[in-house]
């Protein structure tokens, strides 16, 4: 009966955290390049900071912290943000940040989805056009392929098209329960929200309407079109701004009028990027011009797209472990361990990841132990490479053997 | 009144954040070139696991996580990493892992003392020689040089050599009550350790002798000669072992009869690295034999060493922020902003981190962000650049300006 880590929670064992350690670092290199900068904020806030933006889903969802202090752990990294930028008021901007962390929600674990979980962000803070919502998504979309997962499709959408849908339509549910039903249609297919759409109220002809614009099919520029013809508004002009702008970037979006993203603090432009295969979105985000001042601050617009890691090592799961030693240093007697030793820390010195035995074992052991760890190389020294001043380089997987120099091993290993 | 992170927290706004990630990426290096591999665990662990080896004073310190979950966020990583061993019983031996990441205590917040704070650690578990031991402590000193922290001083001892003090003695006191009290010498001195040990029972003469041996000047190889003379022990054995092993390495180390480090559950060799200036121990570890089959593996040796990350950041607080992105771009007039990203998309695609404006500003206010950002070039592109199929590449700092292809620009700023 071992101990079990908490209910939706996970370790990662040394495979799994080494392809995590390189999809961040990979996601961190391409953030860079873009000019975005890290910043930390701590693991959990005041539930004061969390509850005020959080809306009813989420809120449930905080994991608590500490006993009566009114702490709970972050949900998101969005809410830091905005709590940051609202109490550091002269940071120059646009501030344009990364953040990749982990987040905490107490929601039922399903396959896939976890209670602790990565995320990956970058967000513009200051900027309110449609440039800054083209290059988070544009830097977004290449570091998914710098990462080596396949973009499958982009959608875009607008918060204020739909506004000017349901204003137009003369909707009466609040615009929060709308979106959230029509959330619903990728996961749960046209019957349900049309069914969710008819609890909220709607009339048989509403809802036919509403579902009929939503899912309106063609290009990008027949439904912009639409859009423009039966209920001219802002979001419109943004939607065909950032499209334009996708294209410069050679990002290929498309417009889908059915897009909500859940979270109830967008204001404008939303967008998310789907994977291959069953994994679903890969990242998403949006604008949420409206956030940032409820943290005390003065209006200040911005917009932002996070990565969703654990579903991005799904997909990437398939592909193998590749060992971190490249080289295992094996004494043939006890009597060269020292020299073992020695060699271990000039081959680490020239760059090349070494170890060695630590634990008393004779040569045949040494080499599978080395053998088990899927390290390619093993470096022998005994009597003879010794009297030769020479090392034996076996290559563990083709199995031939060479007697080397200590430099000509550095040079075949580097 | 600006919204503020929980007590004993801290957000790393980009200048700290870069260093931190540093700082982290070189550690990570490092270990990896000595043939550690990585582990993620849960931020928290149940309170069943992480109390069964807190001691008295850590066990106070735990942060409660959920509503009678019985959770907690963990408070160092070699009790999660206990945890995952006992349940992972057909890992090759030595298991040899690294773990970078936060840990968190419900302390009273000092200044450098946080209630959050990231610990490095390296361990190798089921090799019981002191081969392991000589390694960590090796292995972290390289990654405090690669950080560029001064190491001033390696100081190690060895709990059983303790152990074997207070039998000869013929202490009464309990050896974790008499290891807490000598834990104290380095901050409290000498008079407030004697004045413990003998609130503990132990009579004046006791007193004077412990303290005389632990005290005890010389050499290396004196106080070991004394160690072994007045009270043999396995402990000196090892001691002398892991000294020569560490000499070896080119790893200076001190004994230090009073070193203790505080944690209950150490069973052999202690180390305790210390940086320059006031911040004491940067780094420290030691044996503990006896964790892991606590829970329910079979006995398993295991060492380790962990890096205090924070008081690192502290001793490398001086040292100067470098911006991360090295150009730029700037568009002379609006219809050149197009070029203008299409320029800092090339620049990307050949590894140049690079920005553009993203506010609608004019190229004054353009080049007043990039400097107030610290970026250290400007590459401007309008109506003269375009005609010349040239760009101008300002240095932000001389304040020169050259006319350069794009080709020559990359190669400048690469």
Redesign the interface.
């Known amino acids: 009966?071992?101990?079990?880590?908490?209910r939706g929670?996970?370790?990662?064992?040394?495979e799994?955290?080494?392809v995590?350690?390189d999809v961040l670092e990979k996601v961190?290199l391409v953030f860079?390049?873009?000019?975005y900068?890290?910043?930390?904020?701590?693991?959990?806030?005041?539930l004061?900071?969390l509850e005020k933006k959080s809306g009813e889903e989420l809120k449930k969802q905080i994991?608590?912290?500490?006993?009566g202090?009114k702490?709970g752990?972050r949900f998101d990294l969005t809410v830091p943000l905005a709590?940051?930028v609202?109490?550091?008021s002269s940071l120059?901007?646009?501030f344009?940040?990364y953040h990749i962390a982990?987040v905490?929600r107490?929601e039922e674990p399903q396959k896939g989805r976890f209670r602790?979980f990565y995320q990956a962000d970058v967000d513009?803070v200051?900027?309110a056009?449609m440039?800054?919502d083209a290059?988070v998504l544009t830097c977004a979309k290449?570091a998914l392929e710098m990462i080596g997962v396949e973009v499958k499709r982009v959608r875009v959408n607008n918060r204020k098209m739909l506004d000017a849908l349901f204003a137009k339509l003369g909707l009466k549910a609040g615009a929060t329960a709308l979106f959230r039903a029509l959330d619903k249609l990728d996961k749960q297919g046209r019957q349900a929200v049309e069914a969710e759409l008819k609890r909220l109220g709607l009339g048989a002809g509403d809802v036919e309407m509403l579902m009929r614009m939503v899912m309106a099919g063609g290009s990008n520029e027949a439904k912009l079109s639409l859009v423009e013809k039966e209920f001219p508004n802002e979001g419109a002009a943004e939607t065909r701004e950032l499209l334009k702008?996708l294209q410069?970037?050679?990002v290929k979006a498309d417009l889908d009028l059915s897009l909500v993203r859940g979270l109830d603090y967008y204001t404008g432009p939303v967008y998310e990027i789907s994977g291959s295969g069953d994994v679903g979105s890969i990242a998403a985000g949006g604008r949420y011009d409206k956030l940032i001042e409820l943290?005390?601050s003065k209006p200040t617009p911005a917009t932002g797209i996070s990565l969703g890691i654990e579903r991005i090592m799904e997909v990437l799961k398939a592909k193998g472990k590749k060992a971190?030693?490249r080289a295992y240093v094996a004494a043939a007697k006890d009597e060269y361990?020292?020299n073992a030793?020695?060699i271990a820390?000039k081959l680490?010195a020239a760059?090349?990841?070494?170890?060695l035995?630590?634990?008393?074992r004779n040569l045949k052991k040494q080499l599978e132990?080395a053998n088990?760890?899927g390290i390619p190389y093993a470096v022998i020294v005994g009597e003879r490479e010794i009297k030769e001043k020479k090392l034996t380089l076996r290559d563990m997987k083709g199995g031939g053997e060479r007697m080397l120099t200590l430099e000509q091993v550095v040079k075949e290993l580097s």
Chains 1, 2 share one sequence.
Do not use: C
């Open positions: 009966m071992p101990y079990q880590v908490p929670t996970r370790d990662l064992m040394p799994q955290a080494l995590l350690e961190r860079r390049k873009y000019g900068e890290p910043v930390e904020t701590p693991a959990f806030e005041s004061e900071v994991f608590r912290v500490g006993e202090e702490l752990l709590r940051l609202a109490s550091n120059p901007k646009p344009k940040r982990r905490w107490h602790e513009v200051g900027a056009g440039e800054a290059e290449e702008l410069e970037y050679g943290y005390g971190l030693t361990r020292m030793r020695e820390m680490r760059g090349i990841a070494a170890q035995d630590l634990m008393g132990h088990a760890l």
